[in-house]
C-alpha cells in the first residue's frame, strides 16, 4: 500500500529558528512535492524535486529550501520561522504504477510559529 | 497568478441532493484535471481525473463534466451522503512537467442527514 510519511502532525515553533519538515515515501517515487495549505487558498506549491539531489522552486519559494539527499526522503526547510509561515504543512510524491500524475500525499504537518 | 478558479468555497446540500462543485482554468495547454477529497486529520486524496478528449467521466455517484472550449469543469456528486462532507480540490496539469498540479482553492462540501 501507497504511504508517504510526515514527521510530525503539530509543530510549535517560535519566531526565527529554524525549522525541518521531513517527508519519506516508501514507493519509490521520482518525484515529491511541499505544499502549504491555507484556507481559501487551497495548495500552493513551495518546491518540488525530480530526482536525487534536484529542486525546483514552486510558486511561493520565498522563505523556505529543501533537501534531496536519498531519493524516499524530501525535507522542506524554514530557515527563520516566522508567523505568517504557520499553516498546515503537506508533501506528496508520484510515480510509478498509478502513472505520472496521481500525488499521494502525506497527513500534513500543522505548524504553528508564535 | 491563479490558473485555476474553484467555486463555491463552502456547500451545504441535504441527503440525497447533487452537490455541483466549479472550476475554471486559463492554461490551454492543460491536460489532465483530477479532483481530489480531502478529510479532516488527512492529506487529499485522488478522487477521479479525467482527459480533455472526453466530455464526461463517472464513477460510481462521482462525475466529471469537462467542457474545453470554456475551459470549464465541474464536479457531480449525485445522492450526496454525509460521509461525502468533506474540502474538494481541482486541479489541473500538463504533460511533461513531472505530475506538478496547479490547485483550486478548495471547497468545504457538507451534507446534511
Known amino acids: 500500500d501507497v504511504k508517504v510519511t510526515q514527521s510530525s502532525r503539530y509543530l510549535v515553533k517560535r519566531t526565527g529558528e529554524k525549522v525541518f519538515l521531513e517527508c519519506v515515501q516508501d514507493?519509490?517515487?521520482?518525484?515529491m512535492f511541499w505544499y502549504r495549505q491555507d484556507p481559501g487558498l487551497g495548495l500552493r506549491l513551495i518546491y518540488f524535486?525530480?530526482?536525487?539531489?534536484?529542486?525546483e522552486k514552486g510558486d511561493i519559494p520565498e522563505g523556505y529550501s529543501v533537501s534531496r539527499e536519498k531519493k524516499e526522503r524530501f525535507s522542506l526547510i524554514l530557515e527563520s520561522a516566522s508567523t505568517n509561515q504557520t499553516s498546515m504543512y503537506l508533501c506528496?510524491?508520484?510515480?510509478?504504477?498509478?502513472?505520472?500524475?496521481?500525488?499521494?500525499f502525506g497527513p500534513g504537518t500543522r505548524l504553528t510559529v508564535t | 497568478q491563479q490558473q485555476v478558479k474553484q467555486s463555491p468555497q463552502s456547500l451545504i446540500v441535504q441527503k440525497g441532493g447533487i452537490s455541483i462543485i466549479n472550476c475554471a482554468y486559463e492554461?490551454?495547454?492543460?491536460?489532465?484535471f483530477p479532483w481530489y477529497q480531502q478529510f479532516p486529520g488527512k492529506g487529499p486524496a485522488l478522487l477521479i481525473a479525467?482527459?480533455?478528449?472526453?466530455s464526461e467521466k463517472k464513477e460510481g455517484r462521482f462525475t466529471i463534466s469537462f467542457n474545453k472550449s470554456a475551459k470549464q469543469f465541474s464536479l457531480h456528486i449525485m445522492d450526496s451522503q454525509p460521509g461525502d462532507s468533506a474540502t474538494y480540490f481541482c486541479?489541473?496539469?500538463?504533460?511533461?512537467?513531472?505530475?506538478?498540479?496547479?490547485f483550486g482553492q478548495g471547497t468545504e462540501l457538507s451534507v446534511k442527514p
Open positions: 506528496a510524491s508520484t510515480g510509478g504504477a498509478g502513472g505520472p500524475y496521481e500525488q499521494y
Open positions: 514507493m519509490d517515487h521520482e518525484n
Open positions: 524535486s525530480y530526482d536525487v539531489k534536484m529542486k
Open positions: 492554461n490551454t495547454a492543460f491536460d489532465y
Open positions: 479525467i482527459r480533455p478528449d472526453v
Open positions: 486541479a489541473a496539469s500538463t504533460m511533461g512537467q513531472g505530475g506538478k498540479l496547479i
